[in-house]
């Protein structure tokens, strides 16, 4: 891959699907493999592979599975398969709609093509999946491209969570732009949020940054208005699980924060995601379902209890931040800016 992108999230070798395990960085590299839908949904549940375009990617290589694990030949019973194939990988994660997305692309090749074999409509998957992640690369490339030109020389950038190369096919949203800007020759820093509780930005984001040689200055989330307020941060990019028509955005659960103290402090707050997390048949962020995760991370550190026993926990996964906040989305197909009920519906129709 060219440009700065040295760390690789998942890869199709040999009828497999390898996936750098998550949960294990940065301590430890290690790949897992998937030869079944069920360990690929298992992989997406238990968070081994996570970001919203990463999941989207990941369950069409499940779909590509599932089918290949069926070995009747009646078309019925093939269908009905698939069907539980899609059900199992869309019952991982609620909230971020790429995987819904990429799930419902895959199943309407199963669809469009029941006048072929079944050999041939597996082939036919395994093509749209490799698309599906060629697209991705792609359009992380051309929003880097765009948003990059939003970042001034001597800019200092915080982020939230892991919007990057490992929550994607390759290169990244919200670091895809922040990548972008270094590899124009722009003196970029970068401040990450760790990200309770499953600390994304310390485990994944400073990791992911340090392999880039990008510079990375980790704070805890509750830092970030301190920093602010004494100037040493220019600007915010976030990445996000699902845009609703009218610009909310669903991301990591404090993002939302970090967007009232950027508007509170001046400072410019961008979204940077692919067209294929936008739900435009959400008015706005009110129905964006959120997940709720185990109680275990917010009452354990890496296995580790930090908390009372019993003690009553709460552990939303995101947050809505509502378009006020946001200054720009930049997406694959260019920026866009308040009002954003016309500007994502134009975006979306632009070929
Ligand atoms: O729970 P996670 O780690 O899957 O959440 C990831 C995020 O919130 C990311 O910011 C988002 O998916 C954008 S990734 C390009």
Known sequence: MDGRNSVYTLKWQDDRLYL???????????????????????????MKVRGAPAIGVTAAYGIVLGAMEYMGDSDEAFLTHMDRVSRVLADTRPTAVNLFWAIERMMLVVHDNRDKSLDEVKNLLLDEAHKIMEEDIESN?????FGQELLKDGDVIL?????GALATAGYGTALGVIRAAVDAGKDIK???DETRPYLQGARLTAWELMEDDIPV???TDNMAGY??????ITGVIVGADRIAANGDVANKIGTYSVAVLANENKIPFYVAAPTSTFDLTLESGDRIPIEERDQKEVTHIQG??????????KNPAFDITPNRY?????????????????????LLAKN
């Open 141 to 145: 490339k051309n929003m880097g491209k």
């Open 227 to 232: 920093f602010m307020q004494k100037g040493a």
């Open 20 to 46: 750098l395990d998550q949960t294990k960085l940065p301590i430890e590299h290690v790949d897992i493999e998937c030869n079944t839908y069920e360990e690929v949904a298992d992989a997406i549940r238990y």
């Open 190 to 192: 970068v401040y990450a």
């Open 217 to 219: 200055t980790l704070i």
């Open 326 to 346: 946001v200054r720009a989305i930049i997406t694959e197909k260019g920026v866009a800016y308040p009002p954003y009920d016309e500007s994502l519906a134009k």
């Open 159 to 163: 982020t939230h969570c892991n919007a």
């Open 304 to 313: 580790r209890r930090i908390a009372p026993y019993n003690v009553k926990v």
